[in-house]
DNA sequence: CTGAAAGCGCTTACAG
DNA sequence: CTGAAAGCGCTTACAG
């Protein structure tokens, strides 16, 4: 207390164990044999000074972080920190530092954040991309590698982990058909993103496949916020004799049950009801939502894994390859 | 594309502008005066090169990292997500880096990852601590600054950011005792955490300053996760006559919720119920639920800041102190 | 008002 | 099997 101490260098730790720094370093990094005797010297030397290593040397000679970057939409949504719990998962393990971002949805941050991240901060990144165009990427790649995740980038290549969407959304529907539903309604999120694109043609397909109509009226878009499920049901519903809705963005979903609970409309009696991604809340409103649930943690693994594959391998980014993981449709009591 | 582009270093900058390398450091740092002129020419060329600094030997040279870490107990709770919401706006704003980690309640992860940061890696560390002794920490204090948020470590000083919970507490389970409750439940988180020492302590004092007698069968201590919120329910419900329950911990809160609504039990006909922060489906759910909110974000931007204030003017982090800000009780439909 | 140069603490080719 | 030493790309005291 109070006692200023001077950091113990690597030259002290060889010192004290009586090798060179380079012993040190290859002890540290197991990057080359050494003495059972010496090793275990330098261990000892290491221990007894309380000995941690400079990173930002490291990084400096070495020309790697162990960081790796994250870029996300908007960290107060759990389908991001389900996302992010995976992906802290596999870099802990590994050895990596993850330094997180939020864009908030806005194109401007994204691109400041990328900024901060070219200048050797970081061995590699992972990103779900805004809806705006990503083009100016193409170039900036090769620094380091990129792994774009739920959603990929208008503009760009790289290798992406994303969900069955238009898959699961068809399903979804299909279900609704095969209920009696025609008259269908559709929330959907940001306009350009590739995920509310796919969602929609899962929608769209459904109807087409089963003969129905499709109704554009039916179809609204939002803004991936609360707000704006609340808003739309409002419009859909006022002005519309639907008899099924589905949300396929998980806060307006929370946003769209607002507006039905204000309302008092009975799910599924008046009203069936089919929701995006699950949290545990999802089972204790009432009636027990029914929702497509995708594999987040799993996909957050998944995308750090390819990424620090990349890293190791120091392979070119220069292909575009998709994994598609699988959500489910979970069937619940609101439809 | 396939060209490997050679980063683009200080010193040619400076060849190009006509300069030397300490001026463009001074003319990107702003730390010395430099002629317009020059630094125009800088500025052009970096701009035409398109530099960006290697913040490895920044840092090294400078012994800042312009990074602070963090650590939070659970990602996927939506307390904290609102915490590293606060905490990203005003990091972002100062152009510093955030690292995440997460300690999953687990000591040992936690001292892992301090380990981690104590290499250089960090200026300064915001934490939630969990429930173990941290007195290890005061030898290592000193090293950087630390924040502690929404709990206090045990053992060990520095400043932190807290909420009022023992008297927030006690306003809620007084609003219980004036509506003529006398068997009130009260489930709490994790046994060693100030959060849970001061919210229970709140509860007693209500019960003292109304002349009650306390009930120690009536509190069920938990460990913060769904699952016990869940399992505690059964069983305070089960052996006791209760007629008002308090969750004093959010995801505790949902669990409790859910055995409530299997067994479906009546709110707040049958049993008064208050639980622990909000979010927006609290409100979609019914009844609503009346809760105990706190200030998240405003608590992630003021440890930001007081921890920005500390490294840049390089305290000495020897004193404790406390920013108690202001959780609120919000009375909706279930009590 | 600006530059030449030392040096931050590592890693790693080179040499033996 | 191991060491001496160069050098990563900056910042900053020193000098003029």
């Not at 759990?78 to 393990?93: A, D, N």
């Not at 330094?99 to 806005?106: P, R, V």
């Amino acid at each position: 207390m109070g006692l200023i101490v001077m950091k113990v260098r690597m030259k002290e730790v060889a010192k004290t164990a009586g090798v060179s720094t380079a012993t040190v370093s290859y002890v540290i990094n197991k990057t080359r044999f050494v003495s059972e005797e010496k090793k275990q010297k330098v261990l000892q030397a290491m221990e007894q000074l309380g000995y941690t290593p400079n990173s930002a040397a490291r990084s400096l000679r070495s020309k790697k972080s162990y960081t790796i970057g994250l870029i996300v939409p908007d960290i107060n949504n759990f389908f991001f920190t389900g996302i992010i719990e995976g992906i802290e998962q596999v870099v802990q393990s590994n050895g990596y530092q993850l330094i997180l971002s939020n864009s908030n949805e806005n194109f401007a941050n994204e691109k400041e954040q990328i900024n901060r991240f070219n200048s050797q901060l970081i061995d590699g990144l992972i990103m779900a991309p805004t809806a705006d165009d990503h083009s100016f990427l193409c170039g900036t790649l090769g620094e380091y590698p990129v792994v774009y995740i739920d959603r990929k980038p208008n503009g760009c290549f790289g290798e992406s982990v994303l969900v069955n969407n238009s898959e699961v959304v068809y399903e979804a529907i299909t279900y609704l058909i095969k209920a009696g539903h025609e008259k269908i309604g559709i929330l959907t999120g940001i306009k350009d993103l590739t995920t509310t694109r796919e969602r929609l043609a899962g929608y769209q397909k459904a109807f087409s496949d089963y003969g129905l109509q499709l109704d554009n009226s039916l179809i609204k878009t939002g803004d991936s916020r609360y707000k704006s499920g609340y808003e739309l049901t409002k419009e859909v519903l006022n002005n519309k004799d639907i008899t099924a809705l589905f949300v396929a963005n998980n806060l307006m979903t929370i946003g769209s049950m607002e507006f039905l609970r204000e309302k008092k409309i009975n799910l599924p009696g008046e009203l069936a009801f089919i929701g995006f991604d699950d949290y545990k809340w999802s089972s204790i409103i009432i009636p027990r939502l029914s929702v497509i649930k995708q594999p987040t943690a799993e996909m957050g693994r998944k995308a750090a894994e390819i990424l620090l594959k990349r890293i190791k391998e120091e392979e070119q980014n220069n292909y575009s390859k998709e994994y598609r993981l699988t959500a489910k449709f979970y069937l619940r009591d609101s439809c």
